[in-house]
């Protein structure tokens, strides 16, 4: 196990010590997990492929449910908004 202390640029960037970054390319993509005070990182590659789509959709899903707390959605009866949708 390696450790090492890093720290959180004004642009929110974080710097991954040179040593521990040696086997991963620039450009690739990391996810990260946060639990309370719990961070943890992990290359995208790593990891099941459908989860990467699961998380955008979770993401978008999330983002829609604070509109929607925030009352940014319409109300519509059910054959008005099918007839919304067929105009999609």
Request: no cysteine; hydrophobic share 40%.
């Amino acid at each position: 196990m390696e450790v090492a202390i890093t720290k959180l640029s004004s642009k929110g960037q974080i710097v991954i010590p040179s040593e521990m970054r040696k086997d991963i390319p620039v450009g690739e993509k990391l996810f990260i997990i946060r639990n309370r005070n719990q961070w943890i990182l992990k290359r995208v590659k790593d990891i099941d492929k459908n989860f990467e789509d699961d998380l955008k959709f979770a993401k978008r899903t999330e983002e829609a449910f604070k509109r929607f707390e925030r009352g940014e959605f319409k109300e519509v009866d059910g054959k008005k908004f099918l007839k919304m949708l067929e105009k999609w």
